[in-house]
């Protein structure tokens, strides 16, 4: 069974930077797609970024373009996160979640991922 876990949010400074981590067991990381929601308090869930694994492609919301880069590690069965110039509106749960079946082309959608980490809190003030 594959679980997920997240670590690395932490509270930072606007424009400051986190990278957040991922870290996949039970399954191979080669045959999934990943993706990065996040939670504000009375908001939605957001999909923020995904990546497929299997050839390396990325896709990000448009608030995030410029400043979030995802990525994977094989060898360690991790995806990251960096995110840059952190700001308030970026305060969030970060979630990841994966999928085996799914390729992700577009905005990540929170139904398309079947298994889901417990998150990590990213918090931007000064």
């Known amino acids: 069974q594959l679980q997920l876990v997240e670590s690395g949010g932490g509270l930072v400074q606007p424009g400051g930077s986190l990278r957040l981590s991922c870290a996949l067991s039970?399954?191979?990381?080669?045959?999934?797609?990943i993706g990065w929601f996040r939670q504000a308090p009375g908001k939605e869930r957001e999909g923020v970024s995904c990546?497929?694994?299997?050839?390396?492609?990325?896709r990000y919301v448009e608030s995030v373009k410029g400043r979030f880069t995802i990525s994977r590690d094989n060898a360690r069965n991790t995806v990251y996160l960096q995110m840059n110039s952190l700001q308030p509106d970026d305060a969030a749960v970060y979630y990841c979640a994966a999928d085996p079946d799914l390729y992700c082309d577009g905005n990540p959608q929170e139904h398309d991922f079947t298994s889901w980490g417990q998150g990590t809190q990213v918090s931007v003030s000064s």
């Open positions: 039970g399954s191979t990381l080669s045959y999934h797609a």
């Open positions: 990546i497929n694994v299997s050839d390396g492609s990325t």
